[in-house]
């Protein structure tokens, strides 16, 4: 029975093996997931698999999937960052961008400008109190949610601007079927962080920085201005975010980013991004905002009350967490 | 020979780890007294250029709205000392409020109230400890998922409504007063005094602080991580559930689903931080918390009688949280230096 003949060398796929594949590449599993969820609801959602309906739901993930690459640059940093402030960000550099339109009667271009300089100004307090300072993120940012969403709202006194340029809504307009907000904003973002992360010197000092602080520091990286850089980026991205949905509801709400934080976060982690730091990468990132953005669309067309949408979140993310942390230790990513 | 000192026979690395001593410089080192000290300030300024803070009706207005800030921040202590958190109180308060509240519609008493309030909360807490604890997860991840499946569970459980025409079967819990004080301030006294005496008498209260000072040396050193984490997490949903009779009982006859807890999370955190315990685990007491809920408590009061926008209160609660943070860490590294 024992086969001694010398064996034709086969490639291995046993269960382990795939198990680690897919569990190694969160890319080729999420790829799996999309296709599954495809799948699923073009069987069962009418209207669901057209292309008019699938490149215009990426028009709902834009928000948020820009929010999920700051969340990706930050949480990347390690010891514990993250963000929990992009919601109130966007919310305040919204009210910010809409006064500027109307009390201060800026034209559209410089107003832009300026609300992108802001986010980056807010963030900068995030980096400064993590970085420069030396808390802890959590409590920073979770200090910062409450404090900026309170100053948008007291600015506007919770009530929304409306009366913005119209030449904003062009942003929000699509070009075959295509929703210019992605072609324009999300498309350039996404280019313009993979770039940053995989190939300039920084991006990879962010790499350093997160899987060890200490060792990182004695190969001469900028730690605190790495850190720091990471937060103003952030906040930067949530300028960006403020201005795209400003063009979406046509108006600037002081309420535009409440909730976000938990989808940013949700598709991050979902992205394989490790909590621990020094693990992450844009193209898995970007998976997981389609993911998340579709299976939303799909509910919304399966007549699924949408309050279902927020449970699905929460329950995506802790089993994508609990998939992760498993992932590492398993096979000791890092 | 003389029994050796335990507090001089470790080196002072461990002396975290061993009940603290009372000396006068404690006394003044400790986060307690600057608390009290600002307190006293506060009021006293606030009695003198408004006669109406210093009634009793508003100190026990104060004490009452804090109360459930207070019960829930005896367990959000003890989860932040083994360097946790739990951001899904809020969450889970509402859960707890709305099946409370929908038993006493269906005419429960109050020794089902209890009993009912108790067991959600417990579970709840239960399923954020295994998570953590077996899963091997940062707490701040699985709670904020939990915040959200929370809160579809309570909007779900309601269909969306508020609940009214609830009995006032609770009622004690949320207005009524002993001694002259809200009960539902006694209860939170009683709760702070338990784990005050868990924390620093037994040794798995002590472990508390080991697990948060080093969780890897705390492992090694024999201390039941597992068991530890799960307890913190369940504790808290106790607590939480507890608290959640203390806002039936003074929400009245109407629960308005969507709004139970909104933010309660924030009130609980900025007590704990505020009352001196460390963000990143390893140090504080529950008696300092209790005065955080007191001081978070008074501004949000003295905001109202002031008559600033209540908008505000927020941006000054999260600039509060900053602050000791902040003042709490310039602290530690001048003892390090």
């Known amino acids: ?334 | 020979m003389a029994t050796p000192n335990r507090t001089h026979a470790l080196p002072g690395a461990f002396a975290d780890l061993l009940p603290p001593r009372f000396g006068l410089r404690e006394v003044l080192d400790a986060r307690e007294a600057s608390i009290v000290a600002v307190l006293v300030v506060m009021a006293t300024a606030l009695s003198i250029a408004y006669p109406q803070f210093r009634t009793l009706d508003n100190v026990n207005n104060i004490l009452l709205a804090v109360a459930q800030v207070a019960i829930v921040g005896v367990g959000m202590t003890m989860v932040i000392i083994t360097g946790g958190i739990d951001v899904s109180v809020g969450s889970a308060l509402s859960v707890c409020a709305v099946v409370v509240g929908m038993r006493l519609q269906d005419g429960a008493g109050v020794l089902e109230a209890i009993v009912v309030a108790i067991a959600v909360g417990t579970a709840i807490g239960l399923v954020n400890g295994l998570l953590i604890g077996l899963g091997r997860v940062h707490s701040i991840i699985i709670t904020f998922g939990m915040l959200n499946i929370l809160r579809v569970v309570s909007f779900k459980l309601t269909g969306g409504k508020w609940l009214s025409g609830v009995p006032n079967t609770v009622n004690y819990f949320g207005s009524g007063t002993l001694l002259k004080l809200p009960f539902a301030w006694w209860i939170a006294m009683a709760m702070a005094a338990v784990a005050w005496y868990y924390m620093r008498r037994r040794p798995t209260g002590r472990h508390l602080y080991a697990l948060g000072g080093n969780p890897e040396t705390a492992r090694l050193a024999g201390v039941g991580v597992l068991k530890r984490t799960i307890f913190v997490y369940t504790i808290t949903g106790t607590l939480v559930g507890v608290a959640s009779l203390v806002f039936v009982g003074g929400a009245g006859s109407v629960i308005q689903t969507a709004q139970v807890g909104i933010g309660f999370e924030l009130d609980v955190i900025a007590a704990v931080v505020i009352g001196g315990t460390s963000i990143l685990g390893g140090k504080g007491s529950v008696i300092g918390t209790l005065l955080g809920a007191i001081l978070v408590g008074t501004i949000r009061n003295a905001l109202v009688v002031v008559n600033v926008n209540s908008l505000y209160s927020n941006l000054i609660l999260g600039c509060l949280i900053l602050l000791t943070v902040a003042l709490d860490l310039l602290r530690r590294r001048g003892r390090l230096a």
């Open chain 1, 1 to 334: 029975m024992i086969d001694l003949v010398a064996r034709r060398p086969r490639p291995q796929i046993s269960w382990p093996a795939v198990l680690r594949f897919l569990l190694v590449e969160r890319t080729a599993l999420l790829v799996i997931l999309l296709g599954g969820l495809i799948a699923f609801y073009a069987s069962t959602a009418q209207d669901f698999f057209t292309f008019s309906n699938l490149a215009g739901s990426t028009a709902f993930g834009v928000e948020v999937g820009i929010l999920a690459l700051a969340e990706l640059i930050v949480i990347v940093t390690g010891r514990g960052a993250i963000d929990l402030s992009v919601g109130s960000t966007v919310s305040l550099a919204s009210v910010f961008f809409g006064e500027l339109v109307t009390k201060f009667g800026l034209s559209l271009w410089p107003a832009i400008i300026l609300t992108l300089l802001f986010g980056f100004g807010l963030g900068s307090i995030n980096g400064f109190f993590v970085a420069v300072a030396g808390l802890p993120a959590l409590i920073v940012t979770l200090a910062t949610l409450f404090a900026f969403s309170s100053v948008a709202l007291v600015i506007t006194n919770t009530i929304p601007i409306s009366d913005v340029p119209p030449r904003l809504y062009d942003l929000a307009l699509y070009w075959h079927q295509i929703p210019r907000q992605t072609l324009l904003v999300y498309l350039p973002v996404i280019a313009l962080i993979y770039v940053l992360l995989r190939f300039t010197v920084y991006g990879r000092h962010l790499y350093g920085l997160g899987t060890n602080a200490l060792a990182a520091r004695f190969a001469a990286t900028p730690v605190v201005l790495a850190r720091f850089g990471a937060f103003a980026i952030s906040g930067f991205l949530c300028g960006v975010v403020a201005i795209v949905t400003s063009a979406r509801f046509a108006s600037a709400r002081p309420d535009a980013g409440v909730g976000l934080e938990l989808q940013a976060i949700t598709i991050a982690v979902l992205g394989g991004v490790a909590i621990t730091g020094g693990v992450g990468a844009v193209p898995p990132v970007v998976l997981a905002t389609l993911l998340i953005t579709l299976n939303n669309n799909g509910m919304n067309l399966s007549n699924i009350d949408q309050i279902w949408q927020q449970a699905a979140l929460g329950g995506i993310l802790i089993g994508s967490a609990l998939l992760n942390a498993f992932a590492l230790r398993r096979y000791r990513l890092s």
